[in-house]
């Protein structure tokens, strides 16, 4: 079979999350099918990095796009009904590869990850797509609207808004619909949209995210993300302004280790704050959460999965997760992870572990156990060899749209 792959991001190197679960995909699909790869970089540096998946892959096309351009087709959009972020990672380039490839080329099936590309092929009739929505990112903005001063927080209304009406039309305009967690996939079948649907989950690499046997600093806190991304940033504030003085008042040794790329400068000013470090950018985030005596993940926005959650487990770390970020993961609070959302009950939590080597060395088992189970990326590429048989089985718009997951 000939699979025409489209994302929104180039998905090599698989170093963040949204390039983390489109590499997987294509590399699991690679296996048995010919995959055609088509997406955008940001910058020179990025596309020379892209050729790394040519292994991984039949055929590859890497555009790339200037951010500042791209912003000024984004800022344009904003008196329209169309998209911020399908003019954001809109090429005219792109669209005419992807033209050319359908013309020239017989593809089975589009498969495309994440709406902000899916208007590159949402006219295509001749050929089965699929969109991976992954997260539904009209929810995301609506969230940001609630932590904005005006007037920003009107522009992701409005963009929240806008989006929503979009994922519904692409919606009905793909064969079969996907999302990464069933609290996704419960939003996405609350739209009845009337198209068929499913879920498979993130999985992580638990041979490369796995315990190393040395010890651990048993005053040391981690959190583990990127600090250009809003919420990291805003949790980061909060936990330090209202739960890390709770702690202290307790464990005055206490450190908390903020690790990620490209802090603002008000992240970076975070590091003034006593046994606080702000690292930036690190070769490797492993060392880092290995040396930790539990992972934080408290965010208050988060939709889908957290990888940081999932790859702190693995590691045989236990992570202290809200319970917006304990929601994307496969696991039970307080048999797997702990959940706590108010800087009382986070203190309570993370220093019962901090003080409790046995309730720590319990959930270090349990955890990594846990994502061993049911998040092994072969399990969910099981499930999305499932999704696709049943896509290309099934006559044009007579898919059931009951999930399979939910049956199962």
């Known amino acids: 079979m000939r699979i025409l792959y489209l994302c929104h991001r180039f998905p090599y ?47 590859f096309h890497v555009h790339t796009v200037d951010d500042r351009w791209q912003t000024l087709q984004m800022v344009a959009t904003l008196p329209t009904p169309v998209t911020a972020s399908a003019a954001y990672f809109h090429s005219a380039a ?115 995210f796995a315990p190393d046997g040395g010890g651990h600093d048993p005053d040391l806190v981690a959190f583990v993300g990127r600090m250009d991304y809003y919420p990291n940033q805003q949790c980061m504030f909060a936990f330090c302004r209202d739960t890390l003085p709770l702690i202290k008042a307790r464990r005055p040794g206490v450190k908390l280790a903020i690790v990620g790329a490209d802090p603002s400068p008000a992240v970076r000013r975070l590091g003034e704050i006593g046994g606080v470090t702000v690292t930036g950018s690190v070769p490797d985030v492993r060392p880092h959460v290995r040396r930790a005596a539990l992972t934080v993940a408290p965010l208050t926005i988060a939709r889908g999965t957290q990888n940081k959650v999932l790859e702190a487990m693995a590691m045989g770390v236990p992570v202290v997760a809200s319970s917006a970020a304990a929601g994307g993961v496969d696991a039970v609070a307080g048999e797997h992870l702990l959940v706590a959302d108010t800087p009382p009950q986070q203190r309570d939590a993370i220093v019962r572990l901090l003080e409790q080597p046995h309730e720590r060395d319990r959930l270090v088992q349990a955890g990594r156990a846990r994502v061993l189970s049911n998040h092994a990326w072969p399990q969910s590429m099981q499930r999305l060899d499932r999704i696709i048989e049943r896509c290309l089985a099934a006559p044009a718009n007579a898919i059931t749209s009951t999930s399979q997951t939910a049956a199962s």
């Open 13 to 59: 190197p698989p170093k963040r999350g949204g390039k983390i679960r489109p590499f997987n995909m294509i590399r699991h699909l690679a296996n048995a099918h010919e995959v055609v790869v088509c997406s955008l970089a940001r910058s020179p540096a990025e596309a020379d990095e892209a050729r790394g998946i040519a292994p991984h892959c039949a055929e």
């Open 94 to 208: 792109m669209a005419r590869t992807v033209k050319r490839l359908l013309r020239e080329q017989r593809f089975d099936l589009i498969f495309v990850h994440c709406s902000s590309v899916a208007h590159y092929v949402s006219g295509v009739r001749d050929v089965p797509k699929i969109l991976d929505f992954g997260d539904m990112d009209s929810h995301k903005w609506l969230e940001y609207a609630h932590y904005k001063p005006f007037p920003l927080s009107a522009g992701y209304w409005w963009e929240g808004w806008r989006l929503l009406a979009e994922e519904k039309r692409l919606a009905r305009r793909f064969e079969l619909c996907t999302a990464t967690t069933r609290a996704e996939w419960e939003t996405l079948e609350g739209y009845r949209t009337g198209v068929a649907s499913d879920w498979f989950p993130n999985g992580v690499d638990s041979d490369y």
